[in-house]
């Protein structure tokens, strides 16, 4: 079964930056598109980033260059690096994989929380 853990979130203050790390195991996912998605209190869950196995990478549009994701196909992790966090990026972000460069997967991480003071 797939298992995918987050880490690096936190409380940020506007302008900052913070990096999300996610570890998978559980399965092969170095042929996978791997990927990050966010839920803000009382919104949709939207996709922020994904990532192909080599290096294809699609970004939400509200992302703006202020963000990148990476990933490491021999440790299967996939990160995040935020930077110029604005308060309107506070959410739950979510690990995901066995998706599209464009929509989610089946597999969840459990979220890691990201707060972005004014």
């Known amino acids: 079964q797939v298992q995918l853990v987050e880490s690096g979130g936190g409380l940020v203050p506007s302008g900052g930056s913070l990096r999300l790390s996610c570890a998978a195991s559980?399965?092969?996912?170095?042929?996978?598109?791997m990927g990050w998605y966010r839920q803000a209190p009382g919104g949709e869950r939207e996709l922020v980033a994904t990532?192909?196995?080599?290096?294809?990478?699609n970004f939400g549009e509200f992302v703006k260059g202020r963000f990148d994701i990476s990933r490491d196909n021999t440790k299967n992790t996939v990160d995040l690096q935020m930077n110029n966090l604005e308060p309107e990026d506070t959410a739950v972000y979510y690990c995901?994989?066995?998706?599209?460069?464009?929509?989610?997967?089946?597999?969840w991480g459990q979220g890691t929380r990201v707060t972005v003071s004014a």
């Open positions: 559980g399965g092969v996912f170095k042929f996978g598109v």
């Open positions: 990532i192909l196995p080599f290096g294809k990478k």
């Open positions: 995901n994989t066995g998706g599209t460069l464009y929509s989610p997967g089946s597999s």
